[in-house]
């Protein structure tokens, strides 16, 4: 079956423009995460979604930063005003449920350039 | 503070040659551990976990990691590395009360392989 899919896979723009992201994550899973990659931080959560509610939004690093998902399943990441220290790759993991632990399953990512 | 460390940055094996990846781990009580691994352009894979019990953990690609709460260590091994191997690992955990059960990750170990 399908897996969890990121698009676009790169992204390139100027400082000051706002970017989305989209994260399709597989077929029924309830859980949805999105992580950061970048160099400076390494690999940092910045937000849990379970269905279309979002528990913790703890990682989310500024106001720019924002998510929403809509019928339990597509996600958007969306940044506003990009500064050049949002230059990273954003995974999306998707996740269900083994015995008593969220099982996730990670895309490819979106590597998202600010210049 | 929690936290979660791989001590090497970097490691080069020969092909054919042993493995191990070192991972730390502070938190107050064991969490759940995780190794993952990233292929260049590649999302992150899981190639094991550990909840409870045994404490050597097999996992997929001949990999497998021993649990020691004596040194709160979970190092990844493998007898004989491939060239396939070449990739970044992350050791990952989730504290056994996140309810969410977010990914906390240390900061990788690239492997090179010296055919």
């Known amino acids: 079956g399908a897996g969890v899919s990121q698009s676009p896979s790169n992204k390139v723009t100027e400082k000051g423009k706002d970017v989305e992201l989209r994260c399709d994550p597989i077929?029924?899973?309830?859980?949805l995460y999105w992580y950061r990659q970048s160099l400076g931080q390494g690999l940092e959560f910045l937000i849990y979604?379970?269905?279309?509610?979002?528990?913790?939004k703890s990682g989310l690093p500024s106001d720019r930063f924002s998510a929403e998902r809509t019928g339990g399943s597509v996600s958007t990441l969306t940044i506003q005003r990009t500064q050049q220290e949002d230059s990273a790759v954003y995974l999306c993991a998707s996740g269900t449920t083994s015995g008593y632990y969220n099982e996730q399953f990670f895309g490819p990512g979106t590597r998202l350039t600010v210049l | 503070a929690q936290s979660v460390t791989q001590p090497d940055i970097h490691i080069t094996v020969s092909e054919g040659a042993s493995l191990e990846l070192r991972c730390n781990y502070s938190y107050g009580a064991t969490p759940y551990l995780f190794w993952y691994v990233q292929s260049p352009g590649q999302g992150l894979q899981l190639l094991l976990k550990y909840f409870s019990g045994d404490t050597l953990v097999q996992g997929i690609k001949g990999f497998e990691a021993e649990f020691k709460r004596s040194q709160s260590s979970f190092n990844l091994r493998k007898p004989s590395v491939h060239w396939s191997d070449a990739a970044e690992y992350f050791c990952a955990v989730v504290p056994n009360n996140n309810a969410g059960n977010m990914l906390t990750f240390g900061g990788g170990t690239r492997l090179m392989v010296k055919p």
């Open positions: 979604f379970q269905g279309n509610s979002a528990p913790d």
């Open positions: 077929s029924g899973h309830t859980a």
